[in-house]
């Protein structure tokens, strides 16, 4: 309920245990099994508000294993499972969703992964949410190399049928991103830039089993829920 009156594409809750927190994340209709925004966020207000020394790591248990997260000078890094996907065939709704023509499909346990033929072509995808929710999986990531040398790779991601048409940046895709790219480019360590209308920089690190997703953080709103509704 909370999640869907504040109806941000993510909301962390967290529940402390004795060696660390209890984090659940939600979009605005459902719980999901990993987010990495929420995380860095999660960490980073523990740390502001010094609820943890900013020097101590930060220890999450969720659904998808124990999380964790440091600080790295002005970066929050945090060391998530690798995500691998495998080439399956092009859904016969895909094209039509999107309404372009998809280089390469892969699946991991989570999304899609449509690779495109170019920048242009992820920045300018209008894709048809009502179809793409006829696709089950949690999401689908477009992605292409960058042509900026600041950055290695770009991607969006649309998740309709978990109630954020585009999320603004996404850790968890890069799990699998990382790998990707990783493999055609021939680098453990890259820059990706999530093209939505806010956009998001990620690096992220090869730790085999593990990847290390770096990020930032910056309090941009405080405020308090009550248990009085209004009539």
């Given at each position: 309920m909370v999640a869907m009156e504040m109806n941000a594409s993510e909301t962390a809750f967290l529940i402390v245990q004795p060696d660390g927190y209890n984090l659940r994340w939600f979009t605005p209709t459902v719980e999901v099994d990993l987010r990495g925004h929420a995380t860095l966020a999660s960490a980073h207000i523990l740390w502001e508000e010094g609820v943890l020394p900013k020097q101590?790591?930060?220890?999450?248990?969720?659904?998808?294993?124990?999380?964790?997260?440091?600080?790295?000078?002005?970066?929050?890094?945090?060391?998530?499972?690798?995500?691998?996907?495998?080439?399956?065939?092009?859904?016969?709704?895909?094209?039509?969703?999107?309404?372009?023509?998809?280089?390469?499909?892969?699946?991991?346990?989570?999304d899609l992964l449509v690779a495109l033929e170019s920048e242009e072509v992820v920045r300018s995808t209008k894709p048809d949410f009502k179809i793409l929710m006829e696709i089950y999986v949690r999401g689908i990531i477009v992605t292409s190399s960058s042509i900026s040398p600041e950055h290695d790779f770009v991607s969006r991601f649309f998740c309709p049928s978990f109630g954020v048409n585009e999320d603004p940046a996404t850790g968890s895709v890069h799990c699998c991103l990382r790998r990707y790219w990783g493999v055609?480019?021939?680098?453990?360590?890259?820059?990706?830039?999530?093209?939505?209308?806010r956009g998001g920089v990620i690096r992220v690190r090869d730790e085999g089993e593990k990847v290390k997703l770096l990020g930032q953080a910056v309090t941009v709103l405080q405020g308090e829920l009550t248990d009085r509704a209004a009539y």
């Open positions: 101590q790591t930060a220890r999450f248990h969720t659904r998808s294993g124990l999380l964790t997260a440091v600080r790295d000078g002005e970066w929050i890094e945090m060391d998530f499972p690798s995500e691998r996907e495998h080439a399956v065939e092009v859904p016969s709704v895909l094209k039509k969703a999107l309404g372009v023509d998809p280089v390469y499909v892969g699946q991991n346990r989570f055609k480019l021939n680098k453990k360590e890259l820059i990706g830039y999530q093209a939505s209308s």
